[in-house]
Each structure stands twice: as structure tokens, then as C-alpha cells.
């Protein structure tokens, strides 16, 4: 007499095992991808963006710094030396003010950063002007 057994093996592969595994190392590294805090010691800059027309709408002051070393305040000259007390009287008023600066090319970066200082100093918003792209 033979007697069959009733628990049959099977030689199938289960995938509900694997995929459980792969989303709960999806979710895994979701959550830490989240937690990575980028470098807090980087400057943070306001740049425009060169394909519109008009980045900046409140725009309360422009200083200008030309290849000669000399700076402008709203098309006026000025010199670095007195361009903080100037500025500060000028925006004292102002709610958010806004400073953008325009420097040709061929400035020296230690000319843009007496601004950028100028800037820091008074808290304020500094964006650099660029051209658009044509």
C-alpha cells in the first residue's frame, strides 16, 4: 500500500520576501537622505536670474563699481571710506531694502567684497547684476 504525503514541496522562489527588503531600505535611505544637513559655513549669495528682465523688484539703492576702482551710489560717486555711514542714512527708512551691484568684469574681487562687506555690515540683501542671456 502506498501512501502519499499530503504537504507537497515546492521549488518556487518567493519574491514577497526580497521586495519587502528592497522597500524598507528604499524608506531607509529616504529618511537619511533628509537628515544630511548641507555646509552651513558656505556664503550665501543672491544672484539673479540672467533669463529675465526684471529679477529684483524692490530695488532701493544701486552702487556700481567701475574698472578704474571708483564706486557709485545711485550714479553718484562715492568713496568705499564713506559709502557705509551714506548707505546707512539712505536706507534707514526702508523696510526689506534691497542693494543690487553692478561691477564690470574686469574688477578686482577685492573691490566687490569692500561691497559685499559694505552690505554685511548694514544687513542687508545684496544681489549682483549680470547681463541676460541673449
Known amino acids: 500500500m502506498k501512501l502519499k504525503s499530503r504537504t507537497a514541496t515546492?521549488?518556487?522562489f518567493e519574491m514577497s520576501s526580497m521586495t519587502d527588503l528592497i522597500f524598507l531600505l528604499l524608506v531607509f535611505f529616504?529618511?537619511?537622505s533628509t537628515l544630511i544637513v548641507p555646509?552651513?559655513?558656505a556664503m550665501k549669495l543672491l544672484l539673479p536670474n540672467s533669463e529675465t528682465s526684471d529679477p529684483t523688484k524692490n530695488i532701493k539703492v544701486s552702487i556700481a563699481v567701475n574698472e578704474k576702482g571708483q564706486y557709485f551710489l545711485n550714479n553718484q560717486p562715492v568713496q568705499i571710506e564713506n559709502l557705509l555711514p551714506i548707505l546707512d542714512n539712505f536706507l534707514k527708512d526702508k523696510t526689506n531694502p534691497v542693494v543690487i551691484l553692478h561691477a564690470e568684469r574686469s574688477?578686482?574681487?577685492?573691490n566687490v567684497v569692500k561691497?559685499?562687506?559694505?552690505?554685511?555690515?548694514l544687513k542687508l540683501?545684496?544681489?549682483?547684476?549680470t547681463n541676460p542671456e541673449r
Do not use: C, G, H, Q
Not at 561691497?115 to 555690515?121: F, H, I, L, Q, S
Not at 540683501?125 to 547684476?129: E, Q, R, S, T
Open 107 to 110: 574688477v578686482p574681487i577685492e
Open 125 to 129: 540683501k545684496l544681489v549682483l547684476a
Open 115 to 121: 561691497v559685499m562687506d559694505v552690505a554685511n555690515k
Open 39 to 41: 555646509n552651513v559655513n
Open 30 to 32: 529616504v529618511l537619511i
Open 10 to 12: 515546492s521549488a518556487t
